[in-house]
């Protein structure tokens, strides 16, 4: 393919030294020539971050800390960094990312932390598996856009994404905002509200257990509910 962009749904940044991260990034956006969004969180596994020998509570601010690095090194000739969990100094990086000025970054998470990280590093904030109403993660990223004036960026460059899991059913069954399932009619009745709402990329989990099953509900989904969305 040619035109598919790649995603990470999400990296969690204080795995890896945010070094690492920036070259893996660009070698893959480069390769895709320009197709990489990098999606990236803090982390929510506690036993994960023991396991490696790294601290859980301050995940948070090492993440802060990688974004800034992350965009300083894809933009920059030259920087040097002085943080509390990274430091180097004059430091080059090349070849910079195709994509300008950056390579996007989605901020995962659904708490005002990770709206926050967002509105400040950010180019889109992307709730995963969030079980609230379209109206709700509309004043959700509201806020997102509101914080992000507050800090002197311009709000029309956030994206509002997100990723819900969903079920297609082959009879109709009662509706409830906060999750999608049903027919396909019934679907495309419910995503329209996300459509309304601003949502510019929606990824879709379909979490049937079985495989034969799954492919069975992506295959209608694909049939009976795409084509409908592209009108």
């Known amino acids: 393919t040619q035109k598919i962009t790649l995603g990470v749904s999400v990296l969690v940044l204080p795995y890896r030294h945010p070094l690492y991260w920036t070259r893996v990034a660009v070698s893959i956006e480069r390769l895709s020539r320009g197709r990489l969004i990098m999606g990236v969180g803090v982390g929510w596994m506690q036993e994960e971050f023991e396991a490696q020998g790294i601290s859980f509570k301050d995940r948070g601010r090492m993440v802060d800390e990688q974004l800034q690095i992350l965009s300083s090194l894809w933009t920059q000739e030259h920087i040097s960094f002085n943080g509390q969990f990274y430091r180097f100094h004059d430091l080059a990086f090349y070849p910079k990312p195709m994509q300008q000025p950056r390579i996007p970054i989605w901020i995962g998470g659904e708490g005002l932390a990770a709206q926050r990280r967002t509105a400040k590093y950010g180019d889109a904030w992307f709730p995963y598996f969030v079980e609230i109403t379209a109206r709700e993660l509309r004043a959700a990223y509201d806020n997102v856009l509101r914080m992000a004036a507050e800090t002197g960026r311009d709000p029309t460059q956030i994206q509002l994404t997100c990723c819900r899991q969903i079920e297609v059913t082959r009879d109709p069954v009662p509706q409830d905002e906060r999750h999608l399932r049903g027919t ?13 709402i601003g949502v510019g990329h929606l990824a879709l989990q379909f979490m049937v257990p079985r495989w034969p099953d799954r492919m069975e509900q992506i295959e209608r989904f694909a049939r009976e509910v795409m084509p409908h969305l592209h009108t």
């Open 184 to 196: 396909p009619e019934q679907l495309l009745e419910a995503l329209q509200a996300y459509r309304e």
